[in-house]
């Protein structure tokens, strides 16, 4: 079973960067690179959203317009990774951050087939 790991979480101030890392292990029949994946976040008493998600070949990214211009989705599946660099990061971008994977294109979180634990991320002077 496909299993996820985040990474790189942490306390920075107002306009800091963060990179955060997912590294994918647990392979069968798959590799990484027939996999859609997505980063999404969950700030407390709000619902899981999208942030942005990555093709399973890396050509189409897709970002939440909250994000656009500031965070950036790549992979390498070469080594089993995926990251978001994050710059100029705000309070409301406070949340615990998860990497999910499907066998799809969507960007949806009730679509989404493996989850990691997340990472939290604070955005605080």
């Known amino acids: 079973q496909l299993q996820l790991v985040e990474s790189g979480g942490g306390l920075v101030q107002p306009g800091g960067s963060l990179r955060l890392s997912c590294v994918a292990s647990g392979f069968t029949l798959r590799s990484l690179d027939y996999y859609g994946i997505g980063w999404f976040r969950q700030a407390p008493g709000k619902e899981r959203e999208g942030v942005s998600c990555?093709?399973?070949?890396?050509?189409?990214?897709k970002y939440a317009d909250s994000v656009k211009g500031r965070f950036t989705i790549s992979r390498d599946n070469a080594n089993n990774m995926v990251y978001l660099q994050m710059i100029d990061l705000k309070p409301e971008d406070t949340a615990v951050y998860y990497c999910?994977?499907?066998?799809?294109?969507?960007?949806?979180?009730?679509?989404?087939?493996?989850w990691g634990k997340g990472t939290l991320v604070t955005v605080s002077s």
């Open positions: 999910a994977a499907n066998s799809g294109s969507s960007c949806i979180p009730g679509d989404m087939d493996y």
């Open positions: 990555i093709s399973s070949s890396g050509g189409i990214k």
